[in-house]
């Protein structure tokens, strides 16, 4: 490879706005960028003042997010051309460090897929919508399942009674989150109600992205409304037999979350590619004792790090972004 790219900081503003569109526990995007202009080099900060101390206390969900927007940036700069070198958590004595990236020429390794993706970076939107009760081609899941693979985590598309727990534990857990004060407030901290609320906000997720109220159907929904009444969201029956998919990796450990964010994204924008809608079931991963009976039933092994709604139906709409100056630094 050659020595590091020169990129203006015009260039630099775009790839970070690229990575910050990735998805985030209710939409907290809980990162930084900062980008050194003379070794080229990125570097992803965890924001930690913007966890969840009820659903994410020990920031997993953060980490996912931010690995989300890290797969991000290694598309982006493919797209541009250049080649994304990653290294994670780079310096043990700084927790909010959580990668570099350095840029350069492609090499003969080059994965050659990852600016494929890139159309599918603006694309995506999670969908609290129902889909169509329409299978999944095999060949789709087939792909879908190397993506995830391909970034070091498994992504296995549950069935019949193994599919039913699943839904099962999200339902429990939807229940539990609803009259839970801790998971409450969590909620409301990031939920942005009234046409103010929502026309303003940068962050968090705004009444029009909730999504009509589930009436009937097996989709593992959550209300956004916590249960309190919501302006025009009416109500619908969700698919019967909605199409989960289960990412789990070896390890639960901060590498761990960082690398099952990177193969989320993935999956995530393959999906996207191929006209699935998608959106995300995280209810059950936010109790331990729901949590560990996901794992896989066949081995016992494995940690679930995120339940993957896929199917065919309307995309979901734009959710707000924090201004690219409010997450990124630019140095010499």
């Not at 940068?202 to 989709?219: M, S």
Request: charged share 25%.
């Amino acid at each position: 490879m050659t020595a590091p790219s020169a990129l203006d900081d015009a260039r630099v503003a775009e790839l970070v706005r690229s990575a910050a569109a990735a998805p985030s526990m209710h939409n907290a995007q809980p990162w930084r960028f900062r980008y050194a202009r003379g070794s080229g080099t990125f570097r992803l900060y965890a924001d930690f003042g913007r966890i969840m101390p009820h659903s994410d206390p020990d920031t997993r969900a953060l980490h996912l997010g931010c690995g989300a927007a890290l797969f991000n940036l290694r598309v982006a700069l493919a797209n541009a051309g250049l080649h994304p070198d990653v290294a994670l958590l780079p310096d043990a004595s700084d927790a909010t460090l959580l990668a570099t990236v350095g840029t350069s020429s492609p090499g003969d390794e080059e994965d050659a897929g990852l600016g494929l993706l890139h159309p599918a970076v603006r694309e995506r939107h999670t969908s609290r919508y129902p889909f169509a009760e329409t299978g999944i081609p095999e060949n789709l899941r087939t792909a879908l399942v190397d993506a995830a693979d391909r970034e070091g985590a498994t992504l296995a598309f549950p069935a019949s009674w193994q599919l039913r727990w699943v839904q099962e534990l999200a339902e429990e857990a939807e229940a539990r989150n609803l009259t839970d004060d801790a998971a409450r407030e969590d909620l409301a901290r990031w939920t942005r109600t009234g046409a103010a609320g929502a026309d303003t906000a940068t962050d968090g997720v705004p009444e029009y992205a909730f999504g009509p109220r589930k009436h009937g159907g097996g989709a593992p929904m959550r209300d956004f409304s916590g249960g309190e009444p919501a302006s025009d969201r009416g109500s619908t029956p969700f698919e019967k037999e909605p199409h989960l998919a289960v990412l789990s990796t070896p390890g639960d450990l901060p590498r761990d979350w960082l690398t099952a964010g990177q193969a989320m994204e993935r999956v995530l924008l393959l999906a996207t590619l191929k006209g699935l809608a998608t959106s995300f079931s995280t209810q059950a991963l936010e109790w331990p004792d729901l949590r560990w009976p996901l794992r896989d039933p066949a081995t016992g092994t494995g940690h679930v790090q995120m339940i993957l709604r896929l199917g065919y139906g309307p995309h979901g709409p734009t959710t707000p972004r924090r201004p690219v100056q409010d997450i990124l630094a630019i140095e010499p």
